[in-house]
């Protein structure tokens, strides 16, 4: 649901850079909460995990497509303040270099698909797994249901945006309806894709899930006359912490998935508009659209320029994003680490549990 120029009207899209820059510069500060030296470069590889997802899109009704928007698989994964900076990001290189989203739009698209779907997964995921059983399958249920809920809460956001800023006259109920029904079938896709990674990483990592951090841990039993009950707290002697696990497989694994799926599964995925567009050629919302700033970019719609094989092009394209959002977030969140740990910040007790994980 990437919003290009022309949607919106320049003093709105001013208002919403205002509060992605907002958002972002209180995620930079958040951030550092969040992250340690192992979850940093894999801050990095989660951004370029959802550039690469992001362009398979599948087919979710006759004529229409949708993609992985990604805040509520960042979110669960890494955190919402890093999850908000890794969607960041993934626009970011988008707008600039493929064309995807408009660059006067990047305050929109930022909040749109950046803060309100991370906002609202995380929210949701968080109340799931506070009310249901401490469990691997908890918490991959509650993965799919907080990103079913983000996708059509995002589709929602853009039609305010554009109910207040909106460049045609359209009728607000029609946008409304038309595209919060179509985002909720692209959030059946957004959702199985969520959950099937998450529970993919909470089978072999869980320690480097943010989202279920300290909640997997089962009380220690005690076998009373040939029954399991829970131990009294008194009887609870701390465990010695285990020998930290290396994340360098995870990573390679994680980034050769991404260029595999970028560079290969792109090819294969569905050419038909994406919900906003199908939505704005159907509703007449895109009479005003503009031609895209980095339109001659030679990488513009996911090709590589000079190439003339669709497949080869494509491929490279994806393979050149994926390599680019794995450079810039891995950059970004070490940087972001290295602060951190400059003289007068003070560590939280949640480090102290990476550092044990």
Not at 302 to 331: E, F, M
Request: net charge negative; glycine share 12%.
């Amino acid at each position: 649901m990437h919003v290009p120029d022309g949607f919106i009207d320049a003093p709105v899209s001013v208002a919403a850079g205002v509060f992605a820059a907002g958002a972002v510069a209180v995620s930079l500060r958040g951030a550092r909460r969040e992250l340690d030296e192992r979850t940093a470069p894999l801050a990095g590889l989660v951004a370029a995990f959802i550039f690469a997802v992001q362009m398979l899109n599948f087919p979710v009704a006759a004529g229409t497509s949708g993609h992985l928007m990604g805040g509520a698989l960042a979110a669960i994964l890494v955190g919402p303040y890093t999850a908000v900076l890794c969607l960041s990001v993934v626009l970011l290189l988008q707008g600039i270099f493929f064309a995807d989203g408009g660059l006067t739009a990047l305050g929109v698209n930022i909040t749109v698909m950046g803060v309100v779907t991370v906002v609202v997964a995380y929210a949701v995921f968080r109340l799931l797994t506070g009310l249901l059983p401490r469990s691997r399958r908890s918490a991959t249920a509650s993965a799919f249901v907080a990103a079913l809920v983000s996708v059509p809460a995002s589709a929602a956001a853009f039609t305010l945006l554009y109910w207040i800023g909106g460049t045609t006259d359209i009728p607000i109920g029609k946008v409304f309806t038309a595209m919060v029904g179509v985002h909720v079938l692209i959030g059946i896709g957004e959702a199985i894709i969520t959950a099937l990674t998450v529970g993919a990483v909470l089978a072999v990592r869980p320690d480097l899930v943010h989202g279920v951090q300290g909640s997997l841990a089962a009380p220690l039993k005690l076998r009373i006359d040939g029954e399991l009950v829970d131990a009294p707290a008194a009887t609870r002697d701390p465990e010695p912490a285990p020998a930290r696990r290396s994340t360098r497989g995870f990573w390679i694994t994680g980034l050769v998935s991404a260029f595999l799926l970028a560079g290969v599964v792109s090819f294969y995925a569905s050419a038909n508009p994406d919900g906003l567009e199908r939505v704005a050629a159907d509703q007449g919302i895109d009479e005003k659209v503009e031609e895209h700033g980095a339109a001659d970019s030679p990488l513009a719609d996911y090709g590589v320029g000079d190439i003339a094989n669709a497949r080869l092009s494509g491929g490279l394209a994806g393979v050149i994003g994926v390599s680019a959002t794995v450079v810039v977030g891995t950059g970004v969140f070490w940087v972001i680490r290295r602060r951190r740990e400059e003289p007068g910040d003070t560590p939280r007790d949640s480090d102290r549990d990476h550092e044990n994980a």
